[in-house]
């Protein structure tokens, strides 16, 4: 019967250094699986820096958004423009109704002009 224990005792000594060999080989490839803190605290630093750049920039987009005109500012614009093209137009009319009137104008002075002209010769 001692023989038998021994013979377990045996294998099961043999089991438990092979379940600690696999054991230890798991460990050692999950640490290639994780970073350690030393990688990790380095990454952080990288980390902060990109984040204080990041908040920068939004600072930056959000002052110039805030110095775009709004809906009722671009509304006031189209508005205006409208307005001063209503005036361009009618401005265009009278310089048109001008022009009518300067033509029925011309020929009467040309014809006073010349006859002065002729009398003073």
Known sequence: MDFAWDKI??????LVLIFQGVLTWGLWSLRKQFV???DCEGRCRESDDRAGKADARMAQMEAKQAAMPTASD?????DRTAAIEGELKALAATMDGLSKILTRIERPLDLLMEH???ERK
């Open 36 to 38: 350690s803190h030393k």
């Open 9 to 14: 005792l045996n294998v099961a000594s043999l």
């Open 74 to 78: 671009v509304g006031y614009i189209k």
């Open 116 to 118: 002065h002209v002729r």
